[in-house]
C-alpha cells in the first residue's frame, strides 16, 4: 500500500446507508461491489467520501452536514451526503444513468422500452444537475483540504470532474469506470452532446481507469471519433480485485455454513451455479435455455445434474429491469416444465447463501452480455471446495484475465454455451484442480490493495506530467 495521503472519494453511493426502526437510528454496509472494493482506502488513507442521500433517513444525516463514521475494522472517515433534489436525482438515475448509460455501455440499447425517447432534458436537468452538486461538494472540501486528491467512480459521476477542474485545475483527479466501454457505434445512439460532454469529463481528470485494455481501446476509440485526442500515459487499465481473506472468512462462518448444510442435503450429483442480479446485461434466461438444450442433448444427464440460480432482484423502480424480472421467471418455469426438478431459481438478497453455492459448485456459469469485469468469477473459485470449472463469457472483463483457465461461451450463442457446460462438466479433475489452482494464485497475487496502490501510483504518475 503507497504512503498515507488525503483522498476525496466520490460515487453515488456511500459506504454506509441509515435508516430507522423503532425509533432508532440504523447504521447497515453500502450496497455493491464498488463499496467492498474501496473499503481499504478507508484504513490505509485519510479519506473524505461524497455520496448520495438516498434514504429519508440518509437525507436527515446529510442536512447535520459532514460527520466521522467508523469502518468495520476501526479505522475513521469523515462522511458527506449529498440531499439531491428529488426530482433532479430521480431523472440522474432512473432515466440518465439507469437505463440510459447503463445500456448504452452494456451493449443492450435494443433493449430499452423508449429508446426514441429525447434524452436532453434529464440530461440537462437530471444528470447535469446532481453532478454540478456533487462537484460543489467536492470543492468545499478542497476549502478545507486543498492538498486531497479527488477519486471519482463510475458511470454516475461522468461530468462531475469536468466541473472541479474548472475551478480548481491544479487539483489531482481520477475517474474510475466500473462498466465495459463502447465504441463510437455504441455511444452513437446517444445525443453528439451529451456523449461529448461525457468524454470531455473523463478527460478533465489526471487519470481516466478502466478495468480491461478491451474498454481502454474503445475510450480511445471513442474519443477519436468526437475529435479528441487523449494523453495514453493518463488512461489505464487495472482490473479490480478482491480481498481473498475476507471470502476465506466469511466460508468458514456460520451463517454460511448453516446455508451449506441445506444446499448439500438437497444437492444433485453435479451442481451448475450462477450468482447474479436481475439485470439484462447478466443473461440469465440464455443461461437458462442453454441448461435446457443440454439436457435434451444429454438425457443421460437429467436427473444428475441440477442448475441452482441465486439473483438479487435489480433496481426494480426501473421498466426494463421489471420487464427481464418477467422474463427470467418465465424462463425458469420453461425448464420446470420439461425437466422437473432441474432448475432451482431463488431470487432473495442472501449473501451467505451465495457463499455456501460458491463452495459447493462443480460448474459457474458467467455468460454476460457484457461486464466491465464480473467478480464472481474471482470470488467463488477461491472458497470452491469441489474443484469446480468456470464457464465465462468472453464478454466479461474477468476474461481478460482468466481466460487461460476457464472454458470460454459466447453468451449470444445458446447451443455454443450448452456446449461450454457440458464441456464444463467432463473436464478431468487434474485440469480443474490445476484452473482452480492457477485462478486462485493470479487472485492472490493480484489483491484489493495492489488495485488501489496501482490506481494512485497512477495518480501521481499523470500529475507529474500535467505539470511538467
Known sequence: MSERRKLIVVSNRGPIAYGREGGERLVKRGAGGLVTALAPLVSHHDVTWIASAISDEDREVAAGGTLEETARDGSRYRLRLVAHPRAAYDLYYNVIANPALWFVQHGLWERKVDPERDLVPAWDEGYVEVNRDFADAVLEELEHEPEAAVFFHDYHLYVAPSFVHQRRPDTALAHFTHIPWVGPEGWSVLPERVVREIHEGLLACDVAGFHTQRWRRAFFDSCRALGLEPDE????????????????????????????????????????LRVDRTDPSKNVPRGFEAFALLLERRPDLQGRVGMLALLDASRQEIPEYVEERRRIEAAAAAVEERFPGALTLRIADDFPASIAAYKQFDVLLVNAVMDGLNLVAKEAPIVNERAGAVALSVNAGAYEELGDWVVPLDPFDVSGTAAAIEQALELGEDERVEHQRAIRAHVRAHDLEEWIAAQLADLDRASSIRRR
Open 233 to 272: 500515459r493518463r488512461v489505464t487499465a487495472h482490473p479490480i480485485a478482491i480481498d481473498p481473506q475476507e471470502f476465506v472468512n466469511l466460508a468458514a462462518s456460520e451463517p454460511v455454513q448453516a446455508r451449506e448444510r441445506e444446499l448439500v442435503a438437497e444437492r444433485p450429483g453435479q451442481l451448475i
